[in-house]
């Protein structure tokens, strides 16, 4: 400590390196021509970068370069092809379109038949007229039965946008599914949904 | 002329990264022959031996196609390649240690050009470098870094503490440090 009780301040870690790399000249710091041990400081730091710039990367056979791209390119192709159908716009919309598609169906599926399986007790006898044969076709989206019916509304809003070749993709129709059982229906099952519907629809004057 | 139609050699930065993303041919493997040599050499000086250097250089090309993407053009491909180069030695120092390779013959893999010193010379030189390489490997990786980046690349200490995540004023301290500690390490025989 200097004699007058002034303590000494030294100069800071970064500007001795604005000093040793002479990013700022040695006047605009009035210490150091009072400072040994900064001086010294000073000196060491610019031997060390002499030092350290004098010392050279070794040099790989040229050779090397042309194997080193070639790794790099076969690593980035691996990489390429690995993530191509997760990060392909078109490959998700080729992986998401049937699987959307195969949930509003079974959305329809459901639908339809909770309707037709919850309905309220058919009315014991039907009118004569109202009697559907058996060969006759029901047209349950477009007759009149379908403007009251408020789940054949729903149903039909639902399957608007419905891509049934996407359906089909999404393994719909797998052993097990609703649209299977619908569709492999033998002729008892058969019977007895065409009585249930014959059943709902005659009230509403069909 | 649109980008498209113009050779790849002629693109700029922004365009070559618009041309990799488009998946034109050859375009990454021009980026890959631009800056091979400087990757390879900080990875090298990170780690002090060729072997884990090559390895390291691949992943910091990998990472970088990856990251494509995000390359924004705010700094050059090249300060981009740095800052993942940085990170992918800091993590691979911080993974395992390297200090057993580091007595890497020189002779093994550096390529020299014979006639343009006499053999006892280059020897003398070699091993002289070769002890300062060890030494500046042994270094703390933050200094290490800063040190390979400043002396070595020419970075400036604003570009170093961005590839670093600091201040300058933690650059130049950690400058100061790292060669404050290689004088230790070199001690006198330098």
């Known amino acids: 400590m200097p004699e007058d009780g002034t303590r000494t301040m030294h100069l800071k870690d970064d500007e001795l390196v604005d000093l040793a790399e002479g990013a700022r000249p040695e006047s605009s710091a009035p210490h150091l021509a009072s400072c040994e041990q900064c001086r010294r400081q000073v000196r060491d730091l610019r031997a060390m970068m002499s030092v350290a710039a004098d010392v050279e990367a070794p040099e790989p056979s040229p050779l090397y370069w042309d194997h080193l791209s070639a790794r790099v390119r076969e690593a980035v192709a691996t990489e390429a092809a690995a993530r191509r159908p997760w990060l392909d716009e078109a490959a998700w919309r080729r992986v998401l379109m049937p699987a959307w598609a195969a949930v509003v169906a079974s959305i329809i599926i459901v639908v339809a038949l909770s309707s037709r399986l919850m309905a309220p007790p058919p009315s014991p006898a039907p009118p004569a007229a109202a009697v559907v044969k058996d060969t006759e076709v029901i047209d349950l989206w477009n007759g009149p039965a379908a403007d009251d019916d408020e789940s054949l509304t729903l149903v039909a809003s639902l399957s608007a946008g419905l891509d049934l070749e996407a359906a089909g993709e999404a393994g719909l129709a797998a052993g097990g599914s609703a649209e299977h059982a619908v569709t492999h229906m033998d002729d008892d099952d058969l019977r007895e949904l065409r009585r249930l519907l014959t059943q709902e629809l005659a009230p509403s004057g069909a | 002329m649109a980008a498209a139609d113009q050779p790849l050699a002629d693109l700029d930065e922004r365009a070559l990264v618009d041309a990799c993303l488009a998946n034109q041919p050859g375009a990454?493997?021009?980026?890959?022959?631009?800056?091979?040599?400087?990757?390879?050499?900080?990875?090298?000086?990170?780690?002090?031996?060729?072997?884990?250097?090559?390895?390291?250089?691949?992943?910091?090309?990998?990472?970088?196609?990856?990251?494509?993407?995000?390359?924004?053009?705010?700094?050059?491909?090249?300060?981009?390649?740095?800052?993942?180069?940085?990170?992918?030695?800091?993590?691979?120092?911080?993974?395992?240690?390297?200090?057993?390779?580091?007595?890497?013959?020189?002779?093994?893999?550096?390529?020299?050009?014979?006639?343009?010193?006499?053999?006892?010379?280059?020897?003398?030189?070699?091993?002289?470098?070769?002890?300062?390489?060890?030494?500046?490997?042994?270094?703390?990786?933050?200094?290490?870094?800063?040190?390979?980046?400043?002396?070595?690349?020419?970075?400036?200490?604003?570009?170093?503490?961005?590839?670093?995540?600091?201040?300058?004023?933690?650059?130049?301290?950690?400058?100061?440090?790292?060669?404050?500690?290689?004088?230790?390490?070199?001690?006198?025989?330098?």
């Open chain 2, 28 to 190: 990454f493997d021009l980026i890959v022959e631009r800056h091979r040599r400087s990757v390879y050499q900080l990875c090298y000086r990170f780690v002090g031996n060729h072997e884990d250097a090559s390895d390291l250089s691949q992943d910091v090309f990998i990472r970088a196609f990856r990251g494509l993407r995000r390359f924004r053009g705010q700094s050059s491909i090249a300060t981009w390649l740095y800052r993942i180069g940085v990170n992918v030695c800091l993590n691979r120092v911080s993974a395992k240690s390297t200090l057993g390779k580091l007595t890497e013959p020189i002779h093994d893999r550096q390529f020299v050009d014979a006639g343009a010193e006499s053999a006892s010379d280059r020897i003398l030189k070699e091993e002289r470098a070769a002890h300062v390489r060890a030494a500046i490997a042994q270094l703390p990786p933050t200094q290490r870094a800063t040190l390979i980046l400043r002396m070595y690349h020419e970075m400036s200490h604003q570009e170093i503490a961005s590839i670093l995540g600091s201040s300058v004023g933690a650059v130049k301290a950690n400058f100061f440090h790292a060669l404050a500690n290689l004088k230790k390490l070199l001690g006198e025989g330098i």
